[in-house]
């Protein structure tokens, strides 16, 4: 059978594995030339096979730098949380993991998911935490009645609503900021300044006062 190590890290594994300048620093460009895909499309644009092709690799990276986004940020807090004079490397990782997952979140109702996924997150729990109750005498019904697939569609619906409701304001200012930093030039300075920093990093990580603690 097939075995992947990495599936058997623990979070701190995880976290070790990018506490190591030559990770970091791939990381860094691989992620950054991810983000400046775009300018690679613009410039290729005229030539009709290498345009075709960078299209498509841009259709690509938009989804796949969902998840290298995700990525960068926990990069971004690793370094953040076990290496703090680095600042400089921790904002470019939020960054950038900021601008890739909102590529794709943007062109999805915010509101609307964040709102479901409450709900969804909510009705759960109060399923977890009452359902050892419907035995009680008296209660014990009530509780089930609640706790049926009917009640806790009510109960989502209701937690749904009002998260929609409250939470809507701030959701719209997050997309909005979110578009910003996903937009193309935005992305490709960005990108470029990714890059930038990973050959730093890779070059002389002492210059950005990056210095990991010892084993």
Known sequence: MLQIPILDWSLGDLMLF?????NLAWVLILSGGLTAIWLLENITDPIPLLGTIFDGLVAIGTFLGFFVGILDLFVGYVVYSVAPEAIWVSIALIVMGFSLVMRVLTKFPLAFLFALAIAVFGAA??????EPYTTLPGIGT???MAISVKGLL???FVIFCVV???GGLLIKLIELVGKVFASTPV??????????????????PAILSLAWPPP
């Open 18 to 22: 990018f506490q190591n300048d030559w």
């Open 125 to 130: 729990t109060i399923y977890g935490v009452l």
């Open 142 to 144: 009530y509780i089930e």
């Open 154 to 156: 009510v109960i989502g």
């Open 164 to 166: 929609y409701l409250l």
């Open 187 to 204: 992305s490709i300075i960005i990108g470029l300044a990714a890059i930038a920093i990973g050959v730093i990093v890779l070059v002389n």
